[in-house]
T-cell receptor, first 113, second 114 residues
Framework: QKEVEQNSGPLSVPEGAIASLNCTYS??????FFWYRQYSGKSPELIMS????GDKEDGRFTAQLNKASQYVSLLIRDSQPSDSATYLC?????????????FGTGTKLQVIP | EAQVTQNPRYLITVTGKKLTVTCSQN?????MSWYRQDPGLGLRQIYY???????DKGDVPEGYKVSRKEKRNFPLILESPSPNQTSLYFC?????????????FGDGTRLSIL
């Protein structure tokens, strides 16, 4: 089982709709969770971070974390064509005082005008 | 401007010829890390460093070396490159290694080993 799993997609949504991206992780000691956006050929850029159970909102983006079920999700409201990219889920673990980061393989999002 | 700078951006070389990819950050970050990104496999951590002279292996360290002699620099060394190390490489840094610190990425280095 992969440590961090994402559906590779592509996930296609019409412009203005809500895009829902999901990520599950296997290590219960995972402490921090991040969503990065990566345009083709570019480097990942941070969209959201979340550390405790519940929802965290930032503009059109909402991250949701459920540690009991070991999943984290990203909702994008009012999706725009410029949101078309690959979204990477990252999980940070504290293993014996050292910080290890594990990324999922990413979900490709296509917003159709 | 706060940034993580990698060099070179592109490199084509041959099997066995030692190479170094440099990474430098100007944000006084303690934590630095190297990743490789391959289709279908995503970003995989090669090595990371919590601070000067403190490094540790990530998920795919075989065939790579790193050093952290200065806080701002974290070079990735391929002593004897092989074709399976052809990949897109990213360097990243964060203020500290604590869990709540997100990472800032460089623009990437595309390596082709023939």
């Amino acid at each position: 089982q992969k440590e961090v799993e994402q559906n590779s997609g592509p996930l296609s949504v019409p412009e203005g709709a809500i895009a829902s991206l999901n990520c599950t992780y296997s290590d219960r000691v995972s402490q921090s969770f991040f969503w990065y956006r990566q345009y083709s050929g570019k480097s990942p850029e941070l969209i959201m971070s979340i550390y405790s159970n519940g929802d965290k909102e930032d503009g059109r983006f909402t991250a949701q974390l459920n540690k009991a079920s070991q999943y984290v999700s990203l909702l994008i409201r009012d999706s725009q064509p410029s949101d078309s990219a690959t979204y990477l889920c990252a999980v940070k673990q504290n293993s014996g005082g050292y910080q290890k980061v594990t990324f999922g393989t990413g979900t490709k999002l296509q917003v159709i005008p | 401007e706060a940034q993580v700078t990698q060099n070179p951006r592109y490199l084509i070389t041959v099997t066995g010829k030692k190479l170094t990819v440099t990474c430098s950050q100007n944000m006084n970050h303690e934590y630095m890390s190297w990743y490789r990104q391959d289709p279908g496999l995503g970003l995989r951590q090669i090595y990371y460093s919590m601070n000067v002279e403190v490094t540790d292996k990530g998920d795919v360290p075989e065939g790579y070396k790193v050093s952290r002699k200065e806080k701002r620099n974290f070079p990735l060394i391929l002593e004897s490159p092989s074709p399976n190390q052809t990949s897109l490489y990213f360097c990243a840094s964060s203020l500290t290694g604590t869990p709540n610190q997100p990472q800032h990425f460089g623009d990437g280095t595309r390596l082709s080993i023939l």
